[in-house]
Nanobody
């Protein structure tokens, strides 16, 4: 069992920035791919970005390319999401996730992840 705890959400104006953190406990992130998803009210959970277990590979949804950056610090068991140029449509509950990875792959499908955080709210005003 892995516990994931997100932090760093808040209320910002359009064009602003936020940095989300996800700290893992119980196990380390070694051999786990990581990812971020988000869910707005009345909508399905959607993929945002993913990172391989080594941190060497990343993948982004088209809606956030050029604005968001995913990274990880394996020694600190922490996953990060740097969000710049925020837009009102980015408003959602953001979840971090971890999934076992036999090799240095990225995962973009929700059902491929084994562990989820409780979510942190990001609200962007116009």
């Amino acid at each position: 069992q892995v516990q994931l705890v997100e932090s760093g959400g808040g209320l910002v104006q359009a064009g602003g920035s936020l940095r989300l953190s996800c700290v893992a406990s119980g196990r380390t992130f070694i051999n786990y791919a990581g990812g971020w998803f988000r869910q707005a009210p009345g909508k399905e959970r959607e993929f945002v970005t993913a990172i391989s277990r080594s941190g060497g590979r990343t993948y982004y949804a088209d809606s956030v390319k050029g604005r968001f950056t995913i990274s990880r610090d394996i020694a600190k068991n922490t996953l990060y999401l740097q969000m710049n140029g925020l837009k009102p449509e980015d408003t959602a509950l953001y979840y971090c996730a971890a999934g076992s990875a036999a090799w240095d792959m990225v995962r973009e499908r929700s059902h491929e992840y084994d562990y989820w955080g409780q979510g942190t709210q990001v609200t962007v005003s116009s």
